[in-house]
Structure formats: structure tokens, C-alpha cells
């Protein structure tokens, strides 16, 4: 209970920074994002926010093909249930793009 309760801390934490960056970015349709669903283009919504992934996806440790399989989409749900929330902070804001509309 008392790990659950770090992870909502956490997912919190993430959500609040991301409020705060949202502010200064340009916001990205769900039609934008479609278009992006390839190895040499790939991005990825997580938690309301649009990530450029293609430069990350040879370094996944879950491989490229984890990734893929949810380019130009919203991989919130399966993100969320194999990282932990503070991982997207750690290595997503080279990668970001804006904020998800």
C-alpha cells in the first residue's frame, strides 16, 4: 500500500510539471500525431503529452518493437503499467513535443 501510494505521489509530481510546461508549447491534435507512426517517425502521447521517440527507439530496453506498436497513439495506459511515472520526467523533456489536445 505503502509503494502505491509513492507511485500516486509520483503521478501527481508528473502531472503538475507537465501542467506547468504546457504552457509555453504549441499543442499537438490527435490527428498530428496519427501521421507519425513509423521507425524514422515516431511519436507517442503519454499522460497528455506528445513525445518524439524516434532517436530512443534503438535504446528502448523493451526494444524498438514495444515502442512501434503504439506510434501515433496514446500508449498512456501501457506505459503507466510497465514504468514508473518519474521515468517519463527523467529522459522525456528532450523528447517532448507539446501537450496533447
Not at 12 to 40: F, G, I, P, W, Y
Not at 70 to 88: S, V
Request: charged residues 25%.
Amino acid at each position: 500500500q505503502q509503494q502505491q501510494q509513492q507511485q500516486e505521489q509520483q503521478q501527481q509530481r508528473t502531472h503538475e510539471l507537465n501542467l506547468e510546461l504546457n504552457n509555453n508549447m504549441s499543442a499537438v491534435t490527435k490527428e498530428e500525431l496519427a501521421k507519425h507512426t513509423t521507425a524514422d517517425d515516431c511519436w507517442i502521447a503519454v499522460d497528455g503529452q506528445v513525445y518524439n521517440v524516434t532517436d530512443f527507439l534503438g535504446d528502448h530496453p523493451g526494444g524498438k518493437k514495444a515502442i512501434l506498436l503504439y506510434a501515433g497513439k496514446d500508449a498512456t495506459e501501457e506505459f503507466m503499467m510497465l514504468h514508473k511515472p518519474d521515468i517519463i520526467v527523467k529522459y522525456g523533456e528532450s523528447l517532448k513535443v507539446g501537450p496533447l489536445k
